[in-house]
Nanobody, 115 residues
């Protein structure tokens, strides 16, 4: 059974940085894609960044130039480096991955950007 566990959330001041990590266990396959989603207070879940096994990336317009997604295909891990954080980045961040027609989710990690 595939399990995905996020870490690295917390409280940070505006303009600060955080690095989220996600480790996937139980999969014998390299995920076709790994991604980060977020869901802010009163908002729908949205895609923040996605990285395919081939290296293609896709970012939400609001995080371009501030966030960077990276992954280790051999270890099935994905990270999200978040710089220049803004209060509107406050959300629960979820790790997501897909392979062989199946999608997997982590339970989420809370990021709060506040002074």
């Amino acid at each position: 059974q595939v399990q995905m566990v996020e870490s690295g959330g917390g409280l940070v001041q505006p303009g600060g940085s955080l690095r989220l990590s996600c480790a996937a266990s139980g999969s014998r396959f390299i995920f076709n894609y790994m991604a980060w989603y977020r869901q802010g207070p009163g908002k729908e879940r949205e895609l923040v960044a996605q990285l395919t096994s081939g290296g293609s990336t896709n970012y939400h317009d609001s995080v371009k130039g501030r966030f960077t997604i990276s992954r280790d295909n051999a270890e099935n891990t994905v990270a999200l480096q978040m710089n220049s954080l803004k209060p509107e980045d406050t959300a629960v961040y979820y790790c997501n991955a897909g392979v062989l027609g199946r999608t997997y989710w982590g339970k989420g990690t809370l990021v709060t950007v506040s002074s």
